[in-house]
């Protein structure tokens, strides 16, 4: 019988960037909260650690919080990796918020967070930024930001709603004080209305009821003149879809000249948003 001798596959080189290292946690207090409006508080969180994030300077920088349920007995900071081996169940929320200021001097930053709901139906995030009291501590990750206003753009155009409210008030901070442009803000309810600094050639308009009314505003716009116009829009995720089309294919605003994506999406918990954003549910460039 003839019989052959097995050959051992050679082994795999290592890969030369060597595992994949942890994100590394930051560790912070709750300082203080200010409720804005009705539906918006802002908190304010700092500490030693502040360090340990990675400073973004774009105007939509954003940091993931890391909330555990209370009932977990877990604190800050999280093995995440034994929490995901061994008990997932236990694994904190991650929940993405806009910067809306950084504090260097100070340590510390303020997250502006939309309240929704009471009790459980509030949200993990709201629940918590809404019972957060001094010397709470939570653990971030980031941060991460894309969109600058730049000063060669011939004008601005920012089309949101409650949950990128916090980045478009940063973003016109940010703007060169001779900039021009238009904003459209999206809010359920008037008595959420917020006055907002920004340069005096850049008109504000509040559209104010159900979100069909923003695209209806966006779509009502003579956007013939794109050149040199640059785009930040960001909302519920199916809205976005569609303004996404009124700018790109009926405006025939060059992609690249647009900052688009959703921030959530209607009847979805963040970690089902996260998820679908790698299936066709998910995209919002066709």
Do not use: N
């Not at 081996?85 to 930053?109: F, G, K």
């Not at 008595?191 to 009502?220: F, H, K, N, Q, S």
């Not at 790109?248 to 089902?272: C, F, K, M, N």
């Amino acid at each position: 019988m003839e019989t052959t001798t097995a050959q051992s596959t050679p082994p795999v080189p290592p890969s030369p960037r060597g595992p994949k290292k942890p994100r590394k946690q930051a560790v912070l207090e709750v300082l203080g909260k200010t409720r804005l409006s009705p539906r918006l508080l802002r908190v304010r969180i700092g500490g030693e650690q502040y360090s340990h994030l990675r400073r973004s300077t774009q105007a939509d920088a954003y940091v993931k919080l890391l909330i555990a349920d209370p009932a977990s007995g877990l604190q800050p900071p999280y093995d995440l990796d034994a929490l995901r081996e061994d008990t997932p169940e236990l694994l904190p929320a991650r929940r993405t918020y806009t910067v809306r200021h950084w504090d260097d001097e100070a340590q510390s930053l303020d997250l502006d967070v939309v309240l929704h709901g009471h009790g459980d139906d509030s949200g993990t995030a709201a629940r918590w930024a809404d019972e957060a009291q001094p010397g709470d501590r939570i653990a971030l990750m980031g941060a991460g930001g894309g969109y600058t206003p730049e000063g060669s753009a011939s004008s601005h155009l920012l089309i949101g709603d409650h949950a990128a409210l916090p980045a478009i008030a940063a973003s016109l901070e940010s703007m060169d004080p001779e900039a021009t442009g238009l904003v459209l803000l999206h809010l359920d309810e008037e008595e959420d209305l917020l006055e907002l600094t920004r340069p005096a050639g850049v008109e504000l308009r509040w559209v104010i009821g159900p979100r069909e009314r923003l695209l209806e505003a966006v779509t009502a716009l003579d956007l013939s003149a794109g050149t040199g116009l640059q785009v930040f829009c960001h909302a519920e995720r199916a809205l976005t879809k569609q303004l996404r089309r009124v700018l790109v294919a009926d405006a025939g605003i060059p992609r690249d000249q647009i900052s688009i994506s959703a921030y959530w999406a209607l009847g979805r918990i963040e970690d089902q948003f996260q998820a679908e954003k790698r299936e066709a549910i998910g995209k919002i460039d066709e």
